[in-house]
């Protein structure tokens, strides 16, 4: 903060304090001594001057990050742990390149000075959104270590055993908080922390530093009675919903560590209907850990996702980190955290090789236990104690299971599996590469989907925006390079990446499956469905990848730091599961395995056939979402719609009906929203599907559907339907 800002900051706050005074219902929580302001404003004064110099090394990954800038989707899939051991050696060859003469004695510690702090890792976390009212806490993740190549298991790990390092020691913590927007200056007076959870560590409370040797996972927990009060004193014309956090670590003979992030404090529910529940297919909790990506322990992450308004996740952490005890671990996790308020699967997500070539060629699959045991893994034949499927020790050298083998494993569990981001290309470097759609998806006389692969998985990270910054992508820091801060990222549109998934994966294997139908009276030959999955790594508040500290104790950006738009809760999978989600899960299984599901990052939109005219679409009987249904034309039912949306995704703007058939999909018809239901259906709505069905006599085909909504700021949000198969049998 500049000595400007730092006035400017103090007059409001001065302006705000005058105002709210007479509002004051208490005062903050107590812990706060003196010794806190002490602190403060020796780190004001020195935390951010820190950034502005601009070493050699930061130099060189600045150009190393618009190389990467190139690559970004390409590396962005995965997190190339190649990166990592990569990015580690580049530090080390740096460090003796820039040496400058001085006496052995000198240099050989300086330069243990400058390697000790090298290759740390510093994150802080919390919820975008909190929706959860019943929590009247704000999780806020902190984590810490010391060395990342140390827990290595890549070819990076090797370097770690010439590294000394000092223990960190870690002083405390300062928390900010302001209204969010850049209109608005952080405040000198810290947030008070004194009722928070957890917070033991910090020098105000007991006088000593935390010595962190290797690793820090703590999550303090604010009370959001704190923020209130604190922005009611220090800020003029609340409520305010959003704010944005500054998180300071305080480190003894370091800078100060500094992250920022944004937060609605107080958002509305999800929209949703009866019957439904929303959740994510795809997210890496802390069981995924190695020097490029790690996720968050299931403790903080359940926390999070209730205030995501997730009602399930399925943890689906990478074969190249788990072993057999990591797995079983984590079943052990899964049970204590998950209940009826939010339901924990244990999935996994493997590394295979792709048949198309036998060399080199690595794809990755969502693997999903049985909908009736999903506590069973995926047993090896061979050796059925091992029950997870490995994929070597996580080097780029490492071993993977071919597509075929790991599906049949998986379909012999009574499990079922999801291509995941099946055609955004990763790096080459890490050997990934798309699914083929012959080699890969069907079966060897392209009749069926390979046994045990049931979709996949094009939607895949909500992301529209990045940055070179992954402590301050939102430019809350005044001296923040714009540059470095969220940008619109057309590599990234997440509906770019999902519409050339369904374009090169869905559709023609849809038409496939219509077309291997034979005269097959009860369903098409085979059906492949669509999921959604954040493929968040923790990632709270946005997706930040391997910011790691340089030399001088400063946030290295370029290549070993950037975030992108992508959160815990911002696209999922809703299923349908009208007799609840089940004690283990096991419904929410059972409809990802027959497609009873939509894809969403906001608004819902379902369909069905009502056949026996309850008003509703969940009587028996009744042809829903992943269903089938041979009928005449005489006899087909109208198509009942039902949609809901709420004002933080905006109107519906668009309802679009396709039709599949085995020559194709139609082009889409729009189907008119009336405008006082815009922003719910308010019931089902029927739709006569005979002028678009006439064709598809004796064949089967199918439906399928599109939402669109805009909200106030013209951010636009979609749900898709899987389809419903329709067989027109005659007149
Ligand atoms: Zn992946
Ligand atoms: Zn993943």
Redesign the pocket.
Known sequence: MSLNSSRESKVESRKSSVESRSTIRKNPPACHSERTQACHSERTQACHSERSEESPFVSRVRFLSVSRRLGRTAITI?RARFLASLGMTAITVFAFGSTPAWSQQEMVSQLKEKVSKAGVFFRADAPRVLRNSNDPCLPLYLEIINGVEKTAHTTGAGLSQYITREPLKLLGLNLFVKPAGAGRQFVADLLPLGESKDFSFDARSNGQPLTITDRMKKTLEVPRESIDTYLRQHFIGGPFHAVDLWVSFRLEGWPTQDFYLRVDLNAPPLPSLPGWYRGDV?Y?CGYTDNPAERGYPLSVTKQTALHAGLDWLIL?DHSTDLSVERYAQELQEVQKYRDGRLMLIRGE?ITTASSKQTLLTTV?MLALPSPDNPEKGFPNPSHPQEDVILSGDGSVASAALPIKEALSRIAAAGGFAYA?HPFDPISPLMRGGSWDLDADFLAPEGKQLQAGLVGLEPWNRATMATADDARDPYCLHRDADPEACFQPDSQANQYARLEKGIELGWRPLLQRGLQASGDSTHAPGFKVFLAAGS?AHGDFNYEATLDVVDFLGKPSRGLSGYAEDNALGKISTVVYAPEGMGPKGENILRALKSGRSVLSNGPLLIAGLERNSHGSLGDSGDVGIGDSLAVSLGHLPPLQLAWVSSAEFGPIESIRLIVGSQEGESQPQEIPVPASRQMASGGLIPVDLRPFLGKNRGVWGYIRLEARTRNATGEEFRCYTNPVWLEITGD
């Open positions: 995965c795809h890496h689906t997500e990755h995941a493929d």
